[in-house]
């Protein structure tokens, strides 16, 4: 049975990463072969439950890294033999009575290349074979009786097979007739392919296990010791981060009676470094790998579950809170069905206000207590949840990472201590980072208003946050507008999603070529099979006279009667679809209502006009039928691609612009949304309207009103959890992304100043590389948008629950620091969102340019009912224990299977 784990605590462990930055995965992927990489990545995939495979792939590759074995082969050779053994069309087969004069002609031309491909293939197999032979015998010698010498019997029984001896004889033969490799090639690929590819795969897991025991080596990991699962034992000594530089070890022991750690410490102190060391080292020795530490045994576990770095989930409709509930939900079914589990929680119900996060942290983990037969990992900064949990259960063990004060200074040992911690530093490091004093410079707002902004300002957090881009990731904002028919089309709406305007004139230029072509109702293109071969026949460039392409033309022609080829055939095809395309796009242009057309778009189509009147080019007709000679071919082909290229490519990025016009003003129709009013930047106000607008992803959803200006430039926003805070501010700043790309929104109305950017803080996660703690990532990210608001940009700055990933005294002297701070920037809005509802009434008293709303809840007896309607005021509203128990979570934890 498979070793239980989801995507959740891949991503928090960092298993397999992002692409392009540093994995787990990564560390131990040194293989030499493709298909090595993908066992490996299947063996990180499902890990182990049974101690007897774990501890038997264990010795294996430990017996690899002290016969210092080395891996013999070439991996192009299996790229070839895959390659080469994935063609099972019979009528590839060689035959040596068919078509002899063929293979004759194609051979003189240089265009036999499928035979020389499976001649290839050939070759590889017998290389391989010979190298698996002299390889098992020296493995023989040193693997008698080793944990390695089932797999050796294995590999020798399929070598002795006697329908695999022809390759064996053939090894030295470095060219083979055509008979030969027409029968070889029957053999390989038709009668012993499966054999074959059996091969394959042992040599591919022996990649992988001398792949992993030179990481071993080279990294000085040691080999963990499975035990039998009847028992809940992990002794972990020198347990250290493989990805961390100069990481600390710690040393770990949990048993039935202190199976439940809890861990305290401040923030940067390395309590999520040593959670996610813990899975890690857990989840590789669960795969029979070797780990980062100096000694290891433990009872083997059914599955891990962590939460590290969980987001909200606007699809499902989740909160951060809710999201974190259904987490503990999931992991609380699992552990009813008996699931001996390691979990893992870091900053359990953060998400949340303080009293619900006491309660519910508590509850949970009293709940967890009662399954002896698990290992829990639970961090707070709640830490008189750690008192009243001394005193009701007594198998939870209380650890902490210290702090060292040097002054201002903050000393950490990211060594553990058993204890609870009294430290609090979370306002010393935001002074530390200089955030405030950022804030309160105007050295750089004097030297920046004098630039304008030429670029709109967003990064990729605020990307991520929002979801904007993505055309593969189904719930994007890129893919709700991703209408447009072609493929020229969709880049230009990427292009565009990735350059929002800062000029009001351009942004309403935009607009008015939306409105004009939304309402064109007559096509444009013929049907998308003519005009995807058109347009891949247009994407190609001539070249040469026109004496030398009728040359080539009459060479493909004869090609095409000799040797079948299709070149010819293609071009024709492609000829007479871009006839088509250019013939049907003209009568559209000539349709066009000149007199609105939009003064951008005029030049473009005045081309057109010259380009279609062109005297070389009247053949073109909509109507023109039946068959041309190939001379015709050649001289029309020469035209379109030779001599008037550029004319076409700047046909086609017209047809192109079209296309996305349409479409997207096709969907505004659709879906009702209204395309916004952009006015320029006025220094003497800063304007924000939007008139019952929502998330373009939820449609039906309820719909909001929000109003900034100069004078009120911030909104602080409460709620109750699940009342709907994250959703509202992902709606306006998508709204506000979309306004500054004059694309239609969803909304009755919006007016805007435009602006030079939006940065938002709203899933922003730790970051063990660097050394970052959740709450240090926070404290980064808004010193990062201090420094864009203090250089004079006039931004739209989204916060939502400001420093959550500290105690309740530095959230709340952070948050009512930064948020007046930021707030003194007139030129700048915010919308900044936090379950500290007394920072809101500490604002009431300090300035005049705070507006508070919150969205409120009902309570229809034990059930809350969420109205979603922005409403003046803060609230006071606390849910949090209602949800956990109206998804009865605790008597899923304590509830067992009779």
Known sequence: MAFYIDNQTLEDINVFGKKGRASVFNLYNVTKTRGGAKILENIFRYPLSDERAINRRSSIIRHMMDSGVEFSFSGE???????????????????????????KLKGAVGADNEYKQLHKGLLAIIEILHLLHVFAGKMELDSFKSPYHEELEKVYSLLRDPELRPFLDKLEAKKMSFSKTAELDTLARFKVREKLLGILDYIYHLDVYIAVATVASRLGFSFAAALPSYSTQLDVEGMYHPMVNNAVPNTIKTDENGNVLFLTGANMAGKSTFMKTLGLTMFLAHAGFPVP??????????????????????????????????????????????????????ELFRGTNVKDAYDATVAIAEAFATRLDCLFVISTHIIEAGEILRSRSKNVRFIYLPTIMEGTTAKYTYTLNEGITTDRHGMMIVNNENVLNILGSDKAIKESSQNPIKRFAVDKQTLEDLNLLGEFRPDSIFNIYKCARTRGGKALLEEMFLNPLTDAGLINERIDLFKYFQDEKHSFLPNNEVFERAEQYLQFAGQGSAATSLINMGQKLLMQYLANDREFQMIKEGLAAAVTLIAHFKIYVSQLNRKDLPSSMLPAIENLDRLFSDKKLLWISKDESGEITWRQIAKHDYLLRRVYHQEMQQLLKTLYEIDLYTSVGELASKRGFVFPDAIPFNTMDNQISIDQFYHPGLPGAVANHITISKEKNVIFLTGANMAGKSTLMKA?????????????????????????????????????????????AEVLRVKHIAKEVAEGKKLVVVFDELFKGTNVQDAFDATLAATAAFGGHRDCSYVISTHIIEVGEALREGGNNFQFSYLPTIMEGVVPRYTYKLTNGITEDRQGMIIINNEKILELITDRPQ
């Open 77 to 103: 050779l299996f790229d070839t033999i895959e390659h080469y053994l994935a063609n099972i069309d019979t009528r590839t087969k060689l035959i040596v009575e068919d078509n002899f004069v063929q293979r």
């Open 293 to 346: 530490v100096k000694k290891m045994k433990f009872s083997v576990l059914d599955g891990m579950f962590t939460t590290i770095n969980l987001p909200d989930n606007l699809g499902t409709g989740f909160s951060h809170f809710y999201a974190e509930v259904m987490r503990v939900k999931k992991v609380a079914g699992h552990l009813g069905k008996s699931k001996r589990l390691l979990v893992i929680f870091d």
């Open 732 to 776: 306006f700043s998508v709204s506000v992304y979309l306004a500054h790309m004059g694309f239609p929104i969803a909304a009755k109305s919006m007016k805007f100043s435009v602006q030079d950017g939006i940065y938002t803080s709203i899933n922003v996660s730790d970051n063990l590389t660097l050394g970052h703690s959740h709450f240090y």
